[in-house]
């Protein structure tokens, strides 16, 4: 039984190494075509070298814009992250609030599910048009969007984990006295709140892709809206360190998440072991 593949476990330096293999392979694949197709055409723009996407780097992070002054690549970071953030923070309270609601009380559940899961369904890019015309092209379109996008998965997401919630517990706290204030900061919250962490993690996918969206359309900075601008330029030495830069930030951000999750939920790792 040991001998089957099922049974078999990497090491450290094993996993590291599987782990970097499909990175090094794109990295190889992206190198040989790129000099295949600068050979044969050295100003082709679709795959450029590595020196001139350095140069381009060096020119969008520490190189001051001539037009606004700005260093690019990092107000644009700022824009979009703020952008983000907002979103985020926005969508995340009302996840938390009307997910607990809707799990824990029946009369808002009888009155909030129907409407969280028909809103649910809602293509967040269909309404794009309609918060531009009702909130204007300024940030506040951007932020409702992701709000829209993520925060009716949250809510129903978190009403799902309240609902989970062993009914023993909460009839438990009920007879040792504990009010419904009590209930939900002693018993919801701390069990539901990793959850919460974990969604938010998953969220972040689609909301970097509303808030790209967003400055795709309508924006005069950010990081989706670089790469919009320059795509009819063909400049794939700035859109591929954006998608990078991108993807990074994605990383970090769940990263941050995650370890956020270790440090105020400490009982996972305990209940783990």
Avoid at 166 to 192: C, D, F, H, M, Y
Wanted: hydrophobic residues 55%; charged residues 15%.
């Amino acid at each position: 039984m040991g001998r089957r593949i099922i049974n078999r476990r990497p090491g450290k330096g094993g996993a590291l190494f599987w782990g970097a293999l499909p990175f090094l392979a794109v990295l190889v694949l992206y190198v040989t075509f790129s000099a295949l197709r600068l050979a044969e055409n050295p100003n082709d723009k679709l795959l450029p070298a590595f020196s001139t996407i350095a140069d381009t780097v060096h020119r969008l992070a520490f190189v001051p814009d001539s037009r606004s002054g700005q260093v690019l690549l990092w107000a644009d970071t700022a824009s979009s992250l703020t952008r983000l953030g907002l979103g985020l923070l926005v969508s995340t309270v009302i996840g938390l609030v009307l997910g607990i609601g809707t799990g824990l009380i029946p009369y808002v559940r009888a009155g909030l599910s129907p409407f969280i899961a028909v809103l649910s369904l809602i293509p967040p890019m269909a309404v794009l048009p309609i918060l531009f015309i009702v909130f204007g092209l300024d940030e506040l379109s951007k932020v409702v969007l992701i709000v829209i996008g993520i925060a009716p998965f949250l809510v129903r997401d978190m009403a799902m984990r309240v609902e989970a919630i062993p009914s023993e517990l909460v009839i438990k706290a009920q007879t040792l006295g504990a009010n419904t204030w009590q209930i939900v900061t002693r018993l919801v919250l701390p069990s539901v709140w990793p959850k919460l962490m974990d969604s938010l993690r998953l969220s972040l996918g689609p909301a970097w892709l509303f808030l790209i969206s967003a400055e795709a359309i309508a924006a005069q900075d950010g990081l989706g809206y670089r790469i919009f601008l320059v795509r009819r330029y063909l400049a794939m030495d700035v859109i591929l360190p954006y998608v990078v830069w991108i993807t990074l930030l994605a990383f970090c951000m769940d990263w941050a998440l995650r370890y956020a999750n270790r440090r105020l939920c400490p009982w996972l790792e305990r209940g783990a072991s």
